[in-house]
């Protein structure tokens, strides 16, 4: 193999050395483990901004949608005060964990891309409240409690649109509430709830 020529600024041409390894200028591009690069399958799809024609929706020739939920999220405290509140995002799939701890999920602002959110709530000597809007279905879906309360004063009625929020609880200990309240109302005090 010969080296390739190079033109010095006094007019002389130069060999330089050759590249090591074989070289091949018709071979396609190929990623590091030898196959064909993303560029040149037919399914490929450029990523982030310039894949989408719009928020939320596929570029064109695209099967599946972006994901926009960002995945699974676990929040876990212990001998802490979770909070979330106001605007947040929350993804499909949510994991509270907390110990010896007060947790509040406040959904009423929340960025919700799903039609329905999982959250998955694994407490030890806990207290847990999540607060949802009007119009939101809570489905108390399962899981495991030893000495422990759940109570849910969601709406019977859900308005079309909202998301379900299915709730999987796994405790000891601990106790987790579900109330429905509309943005910026507060939650009554126990003295106006008992009358």
Known sequence: MT???????????ESRPPLP??????RPPMTIIGGPAAEDTPQWQPT????????????????????????PSTISGVFSNIK?????????????VGACSDAVLDFREAVIASPEVELSVYDFLNSCKVIVPPGVGVDMAGGMSIMSS???QADSVVAEGAFRLRILRY????????????VGESEP???KRSG
């Open 150 to 152: 759940e109570k849910s």
């Open 48 to 71: 982030g901004s310039a894949a989408q024609t719009s928020p939320g929706r596929p570029a064109s020739g695209s099967s599946t949608p972006p994901r926009t939920d960002g995945g």
């Open 189 to 191: 005090k126990w003295w």
């Open 84 to 96: 979330r509140t106001g605007r947040w995002e929350c993804p499909a799939k949510i994991s509270l």
């Open 21 to 26: 390894g074989p070289v091949d200028e018709t």
């Open 171 to 182: 405790g000891f200990c601990s106790d987790i509430k579900v109330i429905t309240l509309a």
């Open 3 to 13: 080296g390739t020529p190079h033109e010095h600024d006094d007019g002389r041409e």
